[in-house]
């Protein structure tokens, strides 16, 4: 037999041999033999084939048949990303971005990403996205970002639904387009999404990218509330009180409003203390025992209803003891963030000298505040003190209100009704 025919049959064999172990080694990997695995992987991997290396790779990754090491582990997916190993490249991108066995780098763990992203990975396609929507690791390109939102979304990934409806909807990379936005909320939510359910809801609340229709807002905000999302079990609770989409029903109210308030949701717990002073299960005061109590929480949380609630409460000894001392410090509280009635309910402590010495100067000052923030009642109050005061007070007043207002130009919104 000629030399060179010989030595191709050899080489045939060879390969036959490292083939049939590479299978038996990719068998005993998905059969959780590891030891075989590796026996078997790293001849296979070491003869350049891209899929042992990157089971080799996830072994080290892993400590799978082997003790973990990163350091192996990226050396091996880089050898089977570089072939073009598509989850070699994501899981090479992962070691980069989180600095396992290599020092971090976006930078490149974005053009791991974005290669995996052009091989059809859509969970590279939504990091890869997320990277162009931050700039991290690339030029911010929000444009980029959107491209490849749409490709993930389109392979089911909820996350990049909803990302790709966020930005239809803000118009970001993207002609601003509301019923697109609406369009992916909706299959996000089909999926479950309950952040998806929730803005598909505000959506039909609004009429933007659909027609308004609050039958509609009432089914998906209901969705969402029940996966327990505060914010929906909130705006359900709202709906029932005011009979929007449905009968009006306090009961309903409590009950949705209670299931946010019991999660945190200072907005919840104020208006449940105002449905609560209306329960008509309740008697002999324990309505406002109650509801203080919640109105207690939502002012801790900085809500300035609440603030002002709790300041009424002490003043009238609702619920808790009369306090006129503590009905100043919540409503100043409420007062210095802005909120009007708070403001006008401060200055009448003032100009009565409760809680605090009279002092129709400071009285004056938080009238005008008040109505310079549009408060209608604020404009008799500050009038019919007005008529009491010298012109030097009223002066004083002003100023004061002056200096206020300039400082605190951003609070103006935070209105009392």
Known sequence: MPRPYFIAILLL???????????????????????????DLEPAAKAGNAEAQFRLAAMHANGLGTPKNDTVAVQWYERAAEQGHA??????????????????????????????????????????????????GVSQDDAAATNWYRQAADQDVIEAQIKLADAYLAGRGVAETPALAARW???????????????LAGLYASGRGVVKNDVAA??????????????AQFRVGYRYAKGIGVSQSDPEARKWYRRAAELGLPEAQYNLGILVTRDAQLKDGRNFSEAFRWWQRAAASGNLDAQNAVGVSYFKGLGVEQDHEAAVRWFTRAAERGFSEAQVNLAHMHENGQGTKKNRVEAYKWYLIAAAN????????RDRLAARMSKTQQREGQRLARDWLAANASLSDNRGS
Request: charged share 20%.
């Open 218 to 231: 009432l089914e998906w905000y209901r969705r969402a509330a029940e996966q327990g999302v505060a914010e």
């Open 13 to 39: 064999l060879a390969l036959t041999g490292c083939n049939h172990n590479f299978q038996r080694g990719v068998q005993a990997f998905d059969q959780g033999n590891y030891a075989v695995a590796l026996a």
């Open 87 to 136: 989850a070699a490249q994501f899981d090479l991108a992962e070691m980069h971005a989180a600095g396992r066995g290599v020092a971090a780098s976006d930078a490149t763990a974005a053009k791991w990403y974005e290669a995996a992203a052009e091989q059809g990975v859509a969970q590279a396609q939504l990091k890869i996205a997320d990277y162009y929507a931050t700039g991290q």
């Open 374 to 381: 549009g408060l209608g009642k604020a404009f008799a109050e």
């Open 185 to 199: 909320y909706r299959t996000a939510g089909e999926f479950g999404a309950a952040e998806a359910q929730l803005k």
